[in-house]
């Protein structure tokens, strides 16, 4: 097999209180990725419809880093030309990168016939986050590679559980970043109180998942004492809006992921009120991009075409 195109979706990590060991796949919005094999040895990424300035050495792109740790983990010689048709925003806590990176080593998986487990893929996957965030953190690509929900049991090894994930309807408002990364600023001394808080919380999403129940899954997601105070901190008017979606009667509010980008979930017959209010609370934003009405996915990396 010489080519393949592959679809990967944007994905939510954290899913509130499960800092680098939840994420979420969502149905839209979603990036192509095209490998062709060839005879040089050469490894080439290039974007279609790039407006962002995305980099494309390898060492600074997620996709390139991945397909270096692919390369020296299994000695391979195989060049490639990597095509990545941008449709997502990148640096909004959507998962792209992390999507570029599944998808590209999903397809060599099949296509070089690797037998790489989706435990392998993952944590192969994981080692070209650090282009963008600086940290292999899992929970994006895994929810790439596999779609629904994830759960990162384990980090050493890396070990992934799926949850089938109910179809909950999503509203993103996509904002882009105000700064490469706010992972830094995040300060894991949270205190006993709302360390047993994040834990219950945690079990309650597990819990809402496996029983269908959105309105408790919404609640659970809506605090969290890790990343949400820093983030939040960062989005002009996140406050503002999220108490104003959940009066609204939306289930739960979060950042998504690294942020700024923010995940509210509600009841098919909201869905079109929860967007307006995102929408005209974010309006004056300058790095609000525009709000999506998808949902949550089974769905990871498909292939669509080899
Ligand atoms: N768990 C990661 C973080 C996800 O919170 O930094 C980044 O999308």
Redesign the pocket.
């Known amino acids: 097999m010489k080519r393949i195109v592959l679809r990967s979706p944007a994905t939510s990590?954290?899913v509130g209180p499960g800092?680098?060991i939840f994420a979420m796949a969502l149905a839209d919005p979603y990036d192509e990725i095209e490998i062709s094999l060839n005879d040089t040895k050469e490894v080439n990424i290039e974007f279609v419809n790039d407006t962002q300035a995305i980099p494309t050495s390898l060492e600074d792109n997620v996709a390139g880093l991945a397909v270096l740790e692919l390369i020296k983990r299994k000695r391979l010689e195989q060049g490639m030309s990597i095509r990545i048709h941008k449709q997502m925003t990148s640096g909004a806590?959507l998962?792209t990168t992390g999507a570029s990176a599944a998808a590209v080593i999903y397809g060599l998986n099949k296509m070089l016939n690797l037998h790489l487990t989706p435990n392998e893929m993952i944590d192969i996957a994981r080692m070209g986050e650090v282009a963008s965030?600086g940290s292999p953190?899992a929970?994006?690509v895994a929810a790439s590679v596999l779609g629904g929900f994830v759960l990162v049991k384990n980090y050493k090894p890396i070990d992934v559980l799926k949850l089938e994930m109910p179809e909950f309807p999503v509203v993103l408002a996509i904002l882009k970043k105000s700064q490469r990364t706010t992972?830094g600023f995040i300060t894991y001394e949270i205190g006993q109180e709302k360390l047993k808080e994040q834990m219950a919380r945690c079990s309650r999403i597990i819990h809402a998942i496996h029983t269908h129940d959105i309105e408790e899954f919404g609640d659970a997601f809506s605090v969290d004492h890790i990343?949400e105070p820093v983030r939040g901190a960062a989005i002009p008017e996140y406050a503002e809006v999220k108490n104003h979606v959940i009066s609204a009667g939306a289930f739960g509010c979060q950042i998504s992921?690294?942020g700024s980008s923010v995940v509210a979930v509600c009841s098919p017959d909201n869905i079109d009120f929860i967007a307006a209010i995102m929408e005209k609370g974010f309006a004056g934003n300058p790095n609000f991009i525009q709000v999506i009405k998808t949902k949550t996915s089974n769905i990871g990396v498909q292939i669509i075409s080899e």
């Open positions: 990590a954290n800092y680098d806590g998962g965030g953190h929970d994006n992972r990343a992921g690294g």
